[in-house]
């Protein structure tokens, strides 16, 4: 085993349940150099639930393993509580941008100082591939078997109209670009929304690009990200880097805070 | 230096896709739960540490050795 | 007495006193969704918190509020928030989730009319059911039913004590009559309050293990300081593995944190009792029904029928044995209460003899002549 494996991860819990070449995998392996960076003591990990939710489970650290769509909600009572520490959350495209919308829309306007690593792999994998926000238009899934009939969620713009103050998107093809921008959002003071566009070789690699080799959807998202800026989009790709960071903002604070301020 | 932790590994070959000089090809031989192991030519490896760094089950461990990056 | 150690009484609705009741355990956190007729818990702790060392948050909702207090209690605060029906509805996966993580909260139901949006300014006991069986699955919640602002203060300090004694979410069903009922109450100076035990130094510490000493409940703390708790809601085992595969395991963790509720009831069951010895009918009721039902009781008493009362402080667990001994002379016993007749059915599955429910719909309340004309009826 690798020995920041044998170092970070839960040797009990090994291996993943995530199948094999499955881009989470590699989004651990680039979270476990970020930690290993920053020190482990730093950091509490909440996820929700569905394969992005398990990501944390497998880290030797406090983890909440909580309810599906609420791990930005149990991250901001957590952070209340223990505001010397670094909260990551790790979610889901079905996790955080449907069923649990609502928190990361808030979280983002309080620019509440924790950090949302959203796993986005096209598909509800976990129930057996149905259609998600993140699925593509035309995209065939259980659920959407004539093609999907909606227009998918662009998680960053989402994230910043609602008023992040550090938003990136970075592929699981790219693990050195995912472990150096993870470590910005963890030192911005204020809200971080990463959005890691991650391969699904069973559920959206079969359904919805018709190929179930790891590296064909690798290779994939390879392609469709782009990291020029002002580049030209096809309609399958999308934008990566750092794309929006403004430091001025001020973080969340407590009524406590403020009036210790004002006083 | 190129190390695989066999069991920890299930043959999905992401780390012959990044393999930039062919130095990993598809395995022939299985570990305890079925999955093929890829072979590593360390003649022609760089130790670039893709393989390393793409892993989704971190089985792989590359220790870059002075000598062969200068050989190489 | 002299006013130095006289006990601080103000005139405060049972709202507030459920803030004051708070601040007295140790509250330090609360997230709440404004919502009548519970909104004035959220509005005084917003008031008060600050000042102390307590953080107050609205959230966006409902679910947020109930999982932000998961999140702060891991923390390590004493967390609690305050909603009516509809909101409490939302809080129920969570409150699961609470259930199954062996996680400390509070919950105050403000219980107005129902089904859906329903009566939102009157009255109701129709929570009664969902604070026990809300949640899916089988786990044991403990649900207090205060009567007056006075029990609003104790019950939320008890609320407080139990929940981190036995490391369950606590549900304070209060209802809008008493949540919005000014009347005096006496502020205790220093009340008993109870904290999660910390794990003793140098123990192999397994946070979802039960502790023979502690009844079996686990020690509970130490997040984030190097325990690599992993707090997850699928069935897990003492470390918090997942175990949702293995079926005696997870059968065995159901147990016992079943177990450790209702291998305890003598100490987490409240009641009063009034003129039970010699009563041959007995009225069970619990919150502000309670109240009027003691007015009938008396009544009746000075009309020469013995009559007895049993209010109910804790709903659940439901106190079977007690209802049992303090019945069995009874020949009939009356349920009053503001819903269809639910607790007239708890009391029926543990009583030989038949329980007669005396329902209220619409968001009234019973008046003290209905019940003792009921008591009177032979």
């Known amino acids: ?263 | 230096m190129w190390k695989i932790d066999k069991d920890q590994c299930k043959g999905c070959e992401l780390c012959i896709a990044v393999c930039k000089n062919e130095a990993l090809k598809p395995g022939k031989e299985r570990n305890s739960k079925g999955y093929l192991v890829p072979e590593h030519i360390s003649k022609i490896c760089i130790s670039c540490m893709m393989c390393d760094l793409i892993c989704p089950d971190m089985a792989i461990t590359v220790t870059r050795e002075k000598e062969k990056c200068e050989k190489s | ?378």
């Open chain 3, 1 to 378: 007495m002299n006013m130095q150690t006289r006990p601080k009484a103000i005139v405060i609705q049972g709202n507030q006193a459920c803030v004051e009741g708070a601040l007295l355990a140790g509250c330090t956190f609360f997230a709440g969704y404004p919502i009548t007729p519970a909104t004035e818990v959220a509005e005084v702790m917003a008031e008060k918190m600050p000042n102390t060392n307590a953080v107050f948050i609205q959230m966006e909702d409902e679910l947020a509020s109930m999982n932000a207090l998961i999140g702060a209690s891991w923390g390590g605060a004493k967390a609690m928030t305050a909603t009516s029906g509809p909101g409490y509805s939302l809080m129920q996966e969570a409150i699961g989730y609470a259930a199954i993580t062996e996680t400390p909260c509070v919950i105050i139901n403000v219980m107005r009319g129902g089904p859906s949006t329903g009566q939102p300014t009157m009255t109701s006991q129709q929570d009664v059911y969902q604070a026990k069986y809300g949640s899916h699955g089988d786990y044991e919640p403990i649900v207090l039913v205060p009567s007056s602002a006075q029990e609003a203060l104790d019950l939320t300090i008890r609320a407080f004590n139990l929940s981190e004694k036995y490391l369950v979410p606590v549900s304070v069903l209060t209802d809008e009559v008493v949540g919005h009922t000014r009347e005096r109450v006496v502020i205790p100076d220093a009340p008993d309050v109870y904290n999660r035990i910390a794990p003793p130094e140098g123990i192999d510490y397994k946070p979802f293990k039960g502790v023979d000493e502690l009844g079996g409940v686990p020690y509970r703390g130490g997040f984030g300081e190097g325990h690599n708790i992993c707090v997850d809601g699928q069935t897990h085992d003492g470390i918090g593995m997942r175990i949702g595969h293995l079926m005696e395991p997870s059968g065995n963790l159901v147990k016992r944190i079943m177990d450790k509720i209702n291998n305890n009831i003598d100490d987490i069951s409240d009641y009063e009792l009034k003129c039970t010895e010699d009563a041959e009918v007995i009225v069970l009721s619990y919150g502000s029904t309670a109240r009027v039902a003691l007015r009938s009781v008396i009544d009746a008493r000075e009309k020469g029928i013995k009559a007895g009362l049993i209010k109910l402080k804790t709903l659940f667990p439901f106190p079977d044995e007690m209802i049992r001994e303090e019945t069995n002379k009874a020949v009939r016993i009356l349920v009053p209460e503001c819903n269809a007749g639910k607790i007239c059915n708890e009391v029926q599955r543990v009583v030989n003899i038949e329980v007669e429910s005396l329902p209220k719909f619409g968001g009234a309340m019973h008046v003290p002549a209905e019940i003792l004309s009921a008591i009177e009826r032979s």
């Open chain 1, 1 to 263: 085993m690798n020995p920041l494996a044998e170092k970070y991860l839960r040797k009990e819990a090994l291996p993943t349940i995530f199948c094999p070449g499955c881009g989470h995998g590699s989004v651990l392996n680039a979270t476990i150099r970020m930690i290993d960076k920053i020190g482990i003591e730093d950091f509490l990990f909440v996820s929700g639930i569905g394969c992005s939710s398990w990501l944390p489970v497998f880290i030797k650290a406090d983890v909440i393993h909580s309810l599906h769509g609420r791990s930005i909600a149990v991250a901001t009572g957590l952070k209340l509580a223990r505001p010397e520490k670094k909260i990551v959350v790790f979610n889901g495209d079905g996790d955080c941008l449907a069923i649990g919308g609502n928190h990361l829309i808030h979280a983002a306007r309080r620019n509440l100082d924790i950090t949302v690593v959203t796993l986005n792999n096209y598909i509800y994998g976990m129930t057996g591939g149905q259609m998600s926000p993140g699925t593509p238009t035309g995209g065939k899934t259980k659920t959407s078997p004539y093609g999907n009939n909606e227009k998918p969620f662009d998680a960053v713009t989402l994230a910043i109209g609602a008023g992040a103050t550090f938003v990136a998107r970075e592929t699981a093809a790219s693990p050195v670009k995912i472990t150096k921008t993870l470590t910005k959002a963890v030192a911005h003071n204020g809200f971080s929304f990463v959005e890691v566009m991650s391969q699904c070789p069973t559920q959206a690699g079969r359904n919805i690009f018709g190929k179930a080799a790891p590296s064909d959807l690798f290779n994939i998202l390879k392609e469709n990200a782009v990291s020029k800026k002002g580049a030209e989009l096809t309609s399958s790709q999308f934008r990566t880097g750092v794309l929006h960071h403004d430091e001025k903002k001020t973080a969340f604070r407590t009524v406590n805070e403020l009036l210790k301020t004002e006083a």
